[in-house]
């Protein structure tokens, strides 16, 4: 087990770089209290450490404990498309510390985060609002969409029944903390555990020097829509409304490629949260721990289980 105390670096960081964590519009504090395990000194140069969160890494698993309240500010919750309120969360994943790609494309179903920023926020696309209010349509209203009001902030997130704050797109307050525009920002974990970006990355993959571009999703608006299904032409009101085509943009169907980071700069697989659809990706490239499955069902309460004490497996 390698668990580094990295505290003093953080204070220090923190205090050079001029930010501290956020609050939300209501002026609710947010605690200055973090720990960082195992995680290389350039990426806690770089992350915004969360206002309560701890990783550590034993037996080729990575533990990640987090209380899902954001370090930067949020809109006003409740607000009139979002009666809930932002409430603590008791988050704990594992994820592999090597992940392996397993050769097929796995669609996550709507009871599945899909993973975790660097600030213990966690990622869920999905919505609980679907077409005739019929979840076995499949109809999902697309959530960026802005076809259903859903009280979407600044940071493309909003809350759920249970409290938990939650992006469906680019998480713009974490992004600015992180310089996004200026360097290849690592923004979390999938629950597969490869690492999340975005939206920048470097124009030639293999090629650090080649400069930044806003990397290229490859779906887009279908011509017409799937039937049975609503009337009318796609218009991105639903998650059916858009398909995939390869080789259309920068990135395979589930939204990332193979190549270079400053975290791991001989290479790996990685996600891309991008501006267009799907935003946040809709499927797996490797297995995703079940430590990602929401309790309560979809949309309704935040993934992790009990937690065991710090680096014991389950």
């Known amino acids: 087990m390698r668990r580094i105390s990295l505290l003093a670096l953080i204070a220090t960081t923190l205090a050079s770089a001029a930010w501290a964590h956020g609050s939300h519009d209501d002026g609710l504090p947010q605690g200055a209290h973090s720990h960082d395990h195992g995680w290389t000194l350039n990426l806690v140069r ?12 034993a037996q080729g698993l990575r533990f990640i404990r987090a209380d899902g309240i954001a ?3 949020t809109g006003r919750f409740p607000n009139d498309g979002n009666p809930n309120s932002i409430r603590r969360q008791d988050y704990y994943f594992r994820l592999p510390l090597k992940p392996q790609k397993t050769g097929c494309v796995v669609f996550y179903r709507p009871n599945h985060l899909f993973g975790v920023a660097v600030n213990g926020v ?7 609002e679907f077409w005739r209010n019929d979840r076995s349509s499949g109809w ?7 076809a259903t009001p859903l009280g979407i902030d600044r940071n ?7 409290g938990s704050y939650h992006y ?9 903390l992180l310089d996004y525009r200026n360097t290849m920002a690592l923004i979390g974990w999938a629950a597969d555990g490869f690492p999340i970006y975005g ?11 080649s400069g930044l571009i806003e990397l290229r999703p490859s ?57 267009p659809f799907p935003h946040v990706p809709r499927c797996f490239m490797g297995t995703a721990d079940a430590s990602f499955v929401k309790r309560g069902g979809a949309h309704t309460r935040g993934g992790g289980g009990r937690p065991p004490p710090m680096g014991q497996p389950r």
């Open 219 to 275: 779906w887009s608006l279908k011509a017409e829509r799937d039937q049975p299904g609503p009337s009318g032409k796609p218009d991105g009101t639903y998650v059916l409304d858009y398909g995939w085509t390869q080789g259309s943009g920068d990135l395979d169907e589930c939204n990332g490629r193979t190549g270079v980071t400053p975290e791991f700069p001989q290479g790996t697989y990685y996600y891309v949260v991008t501006k």
């Open 71 to 73: 370090n930067h500010a």
């Open 199 to 209: 939206p920048f990355g470097y124009r030639d993959p293999r090629n650090p020097q």
């Open 46 to 57: 770089r992350a915004a450490a969360a206002a309560q969160m701890e990783i550590d890494e």
């Open 156 to 162: 493309n997130a909003h809350v759920q029944p249970d």
């Open 140 to 146: 999902m209203i697309e959530a960026l969409s802005g």
């Open 168 to 176: 469906h797109g680019l998480p713009m307050g974490l992004l600015e």
């Open 122 to 128: 966690v990622f869920d696309p999905n919505t609980a």
